[in-house]
């Protein structure tokens, strides 16, 4: 199959990034060699380096799959959308009166996702350690003014403008949103804290006894909502809505079983894109440069080069 003049240029960059990488390698071997004295802590660095190097590489393709795939599905109206992979825009409708509120901020939403961080002790004094993920709200409709969809959001990638960010020892004003003690009870419900982190946590100030627990971690939310009457970009599979409502509810948006791609964002198509586009260069060629520079260093330690 003869290339496209895109796909030669693509090819050419590539060849020469890695001649250029390889050149600076190995021009600065004696450089190395005369400054730098590894030990075995820069051996295990060396080692993971290049461990999260080929993980980044091979996500930024996965990326790189994601984005080709939503350039190459055209954005439809919802009256003309077919079986299979589609776009939709359009603004968030509830299903009569089908709302949730937040965990977080209480707000009245149709779907919602919270990031949960714990605080925990590290050689540096403390930092931010990834708790749980929770998602959950109600089947909503998308209406473009031709027509309207029902989307189902369990399983979709969120794109979603951050609604709040609550930390339990410093809540501020919290308004008509959660306690801090709530914040706790709901965090270690979502997910019970494993017993190796016990003596690594950082205690909060909020009183003790949350869950039964003899002490209170510290935690910190990141709240985003699906919100009624906003607008956002769909791109999932369609089919047959098993229970329609009537005869302009025969449709819905699922994540699909062949094709995985199911992504609500709050970006237009052209930002998504863009995205995902820069997203997938910097994953992958940032991975292959870490990757590329850890495994020489590791060579050159091990006396390989």
Request: proline share 6%; hydrophobic share 45%; aromatic share 12%.
């Amino acid at each position: 199959m003869a290339l496209t003049i895109r796909q030669a240029l693509r090819m050419i960059l590539a060849w020469a990034a890695f001649f250029v990488l390889a050149g600076v390698l190995f021009a600065s071997r004696t450089i190395f060699r005369r400054y730098v004295n590894f030990d075995s802590a820069v051996n295990t660095l060396m080692v993971g380096g290049f461990g999260a190097g080929l993980f980044w590489f091979f996500k930024g393709f996965r990326d790189y799959r994601e984005y080709r795939v939503l350039a190459d599905v055209p954005e439809t109206p919802i009256r003309s959308i077919p079986m299979g992979l589609v776009e939709i825009h359009g603004k968030a409708k509830p299903v009569g009166d089908q709302l949730v509120d937040s965990p977080v901020s209480r707000t009245p939403c149709l779907f919602y996702k919270v990031d949960i961080a714990i605080y925990v002790r590290n050689p540096k004094g403390g930092g931010w350690k990834h708790h749980a993920t929770d998602c959950n709200g109600v089947p909503f409709y998308l209406d473009d003014g031709t027509g309207k969809v029902l989307v189902k959001g369990r399983g979709a990638e969120f794109d979603l403008i951050l609604t709040v960010v609550r930390d339990t020892e410093n809540m501020g004003q919290a308004g008509s949103g959660a306690s801090a003690a709530e914040l706790i009870d709901y965090a270690l419900s979502v997910h019970p804290l494993r017993p190796a982190l016990d003596q690594t946590l950082v205690q909060s100030m909020v009183p003790p006894g949350v869950n039964g627990l003899d002490f209170t971690p510290r935690l910190c939310f990141w709240e985003y909502c699906i919100l009624p009457d906003h607008w956002y970009d769909v791109t999932g599979t369609c089919i047959e809505n098993p229970t329609p409502k009537d005869e302009h509810d025969r449709n819905m948006i699922v994540k699909g079983q062949n094709e995985p791609t199911f992504l609500i964002s709050w970006r237009s198509e052209k930002e998504i894109e863009r995205t995902l586009r820069n997203r997938a260069a910097l994953h992958i060629f940032g991975g292959a440069i870490l990757s590329i520079v850890c495994l020489g260093l590791l060579l050159f330690r091990l006396g390989w080069l």
